[in-house]
Nanobody, 116 residues
């Protein structure tokens, strides 16, 4: 059974930082592209950051220079370090593991709220 379990969300003040974690099980983690997506109320889910099997990264323009995605294949984990948070970053953040259309998995999401 495949599971992606996010943690690390919460309430933070503008300008603050959070580190999200996603623990994967039931997959050969190193074979998957891992990503973080987010969905704000009334908006579509959007890609925030992704890291490929070889470690190459890509980011949404809105988070470049503020967020960093990383992975630890030994721990079957992917992380999202989020700095300089703004209220516009408020959303539910989802972990995704993708290898093919038949091997595309999602976590349950973790809420990030940026507010004073």
């Amino acid at each position: 059974q495949v599971q992606l379990v996010e943690s690390g969300g919460g309430l933070v003040q503008p300008g603050g930082s959070l580190r999200l974690s996603c623990a994967a099980s039931g997959i050969i983690f190193s074979r998957y592209v891992m990503g973080w997506y987010r969905q704000a109320p009334g908006k579509q889910r959007e890609l925030v950051a992704a890291i490929s099997r070889d470690g190459s990264r890509n980011y949404a323009d809105s988070v470049k220079g503020r967020f960093t995605i990383s992975r630890d294949n030994a721990k079957n984990a992917v992380y999202l370090q989020m700095n300089s948070l703004t209220p516009e970053d408020t959303a539910v953040y989802y972990c995704n593991g993708y290898r093919s259309v038949l091997n595309d998995y999602w976590g349950q999401g973790t809420q990030v709220t940026v507010s004073s």
